[in-house]
């Protein structure tokens, strides 16, 4: 099953508004990362956060983790309709060993509308 | 940046037929790459983990004789879908984690949409 599920599954919002998406997983983690989908096309790494950090800042980007929650949010500011796309977060669980796989979250799909 | 490409981007073929996915890191060595599926409107799924020179690792569920998978360079990974039939269609994405660098980054392809009819 899932490692991660995010909420909400799609979220559409105006341009300039801020967008929030949620992800939480079920088993301890290694870090968490953050990725982007346009339609049709591969991910784009958009920011790592280890587990111990709190929180992570890129550009207009915003991550939070909270361990003790299992919880992970990202935030966009200022959005722009280019922000259009999936959005995935996707954990390397301590029992990935070596290997550290990546465990996929259920994605949000965010619109922005111009 | 790391570019990862994948060829072909799009395959139609008849049911029965063995259809071959390349993955290739263009710009870096990478020890690791990763074989994931994915259905319309949903998240991904690991099929395999692939190292060079060894026997890819299939997650469960995955057929390894159905999905082939060949790490033979640092740079070049395949998967070849054996026999292929219509719920094989999908879209197949591979990524290359680097040899160098912060070793939990990996980089994707674009994907390769497989329609089987």
């Known amino acids: 099953s899932q490692q991660g599920e995010e909420d909400p599954q799609a979220l559409s919002i105006q341009e300039g508004e801020n967008a929030t998406m949620n992800c939480s997983y079920k088993t301890s983690i290694n870090n968490l990362q953050w990725y982007r989908q346009n339609s049709g096309r591969g991910l784009v790494h958009l920011i790592l956060?280890?587990?111990?950090?709190r929180e992570k800042h890129s550009g207009r980007l915003r991550v939070t983790l909270d361990t003790s929650k299992k919880s992970s949010s990202l935030l966009i500011t200022a959005s722009r309709a280019a922000d259009t796309a999936s959005y995935f977060c996707?954990?390397?669980?301590?029992?990935?060993?070596?290997?550290?796989?990546?465990?996929f979250g259920s994605g949000t799909q965010l619109t922005v509308l111009p | 940046g790391a570019v990862v490409s994948q060829h072909p981007s799009r395959v139609i073929c008849k049911s029965g037929t063995s259809v071959k996915i390349e993955c290739r890191s263009l710009d870096f060595q990478a020890t690791t790459m990763f074989w994931y599926r994915q259905f319309p409107k949903q998240s991904l799924m690991l099929m395999a983990t692939?190292?060079?020179?060894?026997?890819?690792?299939?997650e469960q569920g995955v057929e390894k004789d159905k999905f082939l998978i060949n790490h033979a360079s640092l740079t070049l990974s395949t998967l070849t879908v054996t026999s292929a039939h219509p719920e094989d269609s999908s879209f197949y994405i591979c990524?290359?984690?680097?040899?160098?660098?912060?070793?939990?980054?990996?980089?994707f392809g674009p994907g390769t949409r497989l329609t089987v009819l």
């Open positions: 692939s190292n060079e020179g060894s026997k890819a690792t299939y």
């Open positions: 996707a954990t390397v669980l301590i029992s990935s060993g070596s290997a550290r796989q990546l465990t």
């Open positions: 956060i280890r587990s111990n950090e």
């Open positions: 990524s290359a984690r680097p040899y160098a660098g912060p070793s939990d980054t990996q980089y």
